[in-house]
């Protein structure tokens, strides 16, 4: 009993500390009037975004279309001028990422991947995510959030000075329960209030507020598509992250929310603009860049390094930033690829030795597949065997790590191990067009036209039946009408 009460006062006095730093921080709201708790100034918050902005664009890469890029920003502009923070400078970014994602750093650099925007059909959708993102700035969420962080922070800090006992973990676990769902919860209500905010932001600029519901759908879709791709990897899809309207609930207070817009509305012929939309995106890259290499069904191509290769079949393929990967259904096994340069000449036996720092390699042999030279052997991973193989092409080391979950599966997937080092090769002449990025075109659909005809003549490799749908708004069962303006891919 003595243990509880002094735990119990030991959390008092964080709560008293915890409040401290609430009395000391707070700051008038930009959008509310009203006193929120923050830790930082309006500067700092500006540094912030200018100082992470280049780490953005390294991470991401920034989407070389001059002409799509002053096409964002003037829709962003067009919703920021009229927003609770208007003094702010904003800089919206198309960044060159297949994945459906837009996001917002504090200080008003806000960000949209050519990813999402390709599933976007009409101007004041596009102008409802960069809506959602502003709000996110104008209500200094991500300012709040990061107050709230280090408060909680802190305040264990200064609870375990006090009194040592609270160091232990079961003490620093029911601390962290209680920071992680304060934190948790109010960034759903962060994510609401953006809906609200966007949803103002587009009536007083002339757009449709309805165009928010529009975007959830198509996120709603997407989160549906990807959950289904997951459950047959055996993961868990991770969604567009302003994406909290799935539970019924929730989209009543979505409704709610862009109801309220209506009284800002300046016109009665709100702003669609699906034409305008759908030509600014009309050649717009699809999917994989040219800059990471293409993915086309169990192949890759990679056009600036000359190379490729295939994957085990219906494995699926992340082309991640530095490295590709291939997972299993169920990701019961994974091929993971990566390159090094080529320093010294030695030969790919003593690569893995000295520059992968494996000594005990065993079963090893010589890979001498599409005239390059390799190398091939087992060792273990965390009481797993694993398998490494080394491949040199022109100058540079191609390392493929190959594992399974169970390690009594291990011999069921090692030939294909075996079997993707040995596809590498120089890209050849007839792989060139291959390794092209695909591209979004816009057509005016004419008679005989189907999603099912579209398919069969796609580039799209995962799923392109449902990829066109998803990219139109016809997912799950629309179809083509003649004589309207759609997007398919080439």
């Known amino acids: 009993m003595s243990t509880y009460r002094t735990s119990l006062k030991s959390l008092c006095v964080i709560a008293g500390a915890f409040l401290f730093f609430i009395l000391a921080g707070c700051a008038q709201n930009p959008v509310t009037g009203s006193s929120d708790f923050v830790m930082l100034s309006e500067d700092s918050e500006i540094a912030i975004g200018?100082?992470?902005?280049?780490?953005?664009?390294?991470q991401y890469g920034r989407y070389e279309d001059e002409s799509l890029q002053t096409y964002v920003q003037s829709v962003g502009e067009r919703l920021a001028n009229v927003s609770h923070r208007n003094d702010l400078r904003y800089r919206?970014?198309?960044?060159d990422s297949p994945v459906i994602n837009a996001f917002a750093l504090p200080g008003g650099y806000i960000y949209i991947t050519r990813g999402l925007m390709a599933y976007l059909n009409s101007e004041a959708e596009l102008a409802a995510v960069l809506g959602h993102e502003i709000g996110h700035v104008t209500a200094r969420h991500g300012v709040r959030q990061q107050s709230a962080a280090q408060a909680a922070n802190l305040g264990y800090t200064i609870g375990a000075i006090l009194f040592?006992?609270?160091?232990?973990?079961?003490?620093?676990?029911?601390?962290?329960?209680f920071g992680g769902a304060l934190l948790s919860g109010y960034g759903r209500e962060h994510e609401l209030e953006s809906d609200g905010l966007g949803a103002e932001y587009l009536a007083r600029s002339g757009y449709n507020p309805n165009a928010m519901i529009d975007v959830i759908k198509v996120l709603k879709d997407q989160e549906l598509f990807a959950a289904a791709q997951a459950k047959k990897l055996g993961q868990e899809s991770q969604g567009y992250h302003g994406l909290f309207a799935s539970h019924p609930d929730n989209d009543t207070r979505l409704k709610q929310v862009v109801a309220a817009a209506a009284k800002y509305e300046t016109?009665?012929?709100?702003?669609?603009?699906?034409?305008?939309y759908l030509t600014k995106i009309d050649g717009m890259t699809f999917g994989d860049s040219e800059k990471q290499g293409i993915r086309s069904g169990r192949n890759f191509y990679h056009l600036a390094m000359?190379?490729?290769?295939a994957f085990p079949e219906n494995w699926h393929v992340n082309n991640k930033t530095n490295s590709l990967q291939a997972i299993a259904n169920d990701s019961v096994a994974l091929i993971e690829i990566g390159v090094a340069d080529i320093n010294r000449k030695i030969e790919p036996q003593a690569f893995i030795k000295q520059r992968l720092k494996i000594d005990n390699l065993r079963n090893g042999q010589p890979l001498n597949?599409?005239?390059l030279?390799?190398?091939t052997g087992l060792f273990d991973v965390q009481g797993k065997p694993a398998r490494i193989s080394v491949v040199y092409l022109m100058d540079q080391a191609f390392i493929f790590f190959g594992s399974v979950k169970d390690k009594s599966q291990f011999a069921q997937f090692d030939q294909a191990f075996i079997d993707c080092a040995n596809s590498l090769h120089r890209l050849r002449q007839d792989e060139i067009k291959l390794a092209k990025a695909q591209t979004i075109e816009v057509v005016t659909i004419e008679k005989g036209d189907s999603y099912t005809s579209w398919a069969k003549s796609s580039r799209i490799t995962n799923s392109p039946l449902t990829q066109l749908k998803l990219l139109n708004g016809d997912y799950p069962n629309g179809e083509l009408v003649v004589g309207q303006r759609a997007k398919r891919v080439r």
């Open 369 to 371: 597949s599409n005239g």
């Open 50 to 58: 200018r100082t992470n902005h280049p780490k953005i664009i390294a």
């Open 164 to 177: 040592p006992e609270l160091r232990a973990a079961p003490s620093q676990n029911l601390f962290n329960i």
């Open 267 to 276: 016109t009665k012929d709100a702003q669609i603009n699906h034409d305008i």
């Open 306 to 309: 000359q190379f490729a290769l």
């Open 373 to 375: 030279k390799g190398y």
């Open 92 to 95: 919206f970014t198309v960044l």
